[in-house]
Nanobody, 115 residues
Framework: QVQLVESGGGLVQPGGSLRLSCATSGSISRPNVMGWYRQAPGKQRELVASITSAGNTDYADSVKGRFAISRDNAKNTGYLQMNSLKPEDTAVYYC?????????WGQGTQVTVSS
């Protein structure tokens, strides 16, 4: 059974940084795409960043130059480094892994950017 567990969220001041982690367990086929999504209250879930199993990355325009996605395939873990955080980055952040046949989600971790 595949599980995704996010960690690293919390409260941070504007301009600060956080690093989210997504630990995966179980057998996930390749190729796959790992993505970080976020959902703010009253808004739709949106894709923040994604990375393929080959290492190709993509970012939402709102986070380009501030966030960096990476993955360690040996550790079955993905990361989202978030710098220069803004209040509008406040949301629940979800890890997602998508294969040809399946789509897996984590439970989410809260990120709050506030002074």
């Amino acid at each position: 059974q595949v599980q995704l567990v996010e960690s690293g969220g919390g409260l941070v001041q504007p301009g600060g940084s956080l690093r989210l982690s997504c630990a995966t367990s179980g057998s996930i086929s390749r190729p796959n795409v790992m993505g970080w999504y976020r959902q703010a209250p009253g808004k739709q879930r949106e894709l923040v960043a994604s990375i393929t199993s080959a290492g190709n990355t993509d970012y939402a325009d709102s986070v380009k130059g501030r966030f960096a996605i990476s993955r360690d395939n040996a550790k079955n873990t993905g990361y989202l480094q978030m710098n220069s955080l803004k209040p509008e980055d406040t949301a629940v952040y979800y890890c997602n892994v998508r294969t040809i046949w399946s789509n897996y989600w984590g439970q989410g971790t809260q990120v709050t950017v506030s002074s």
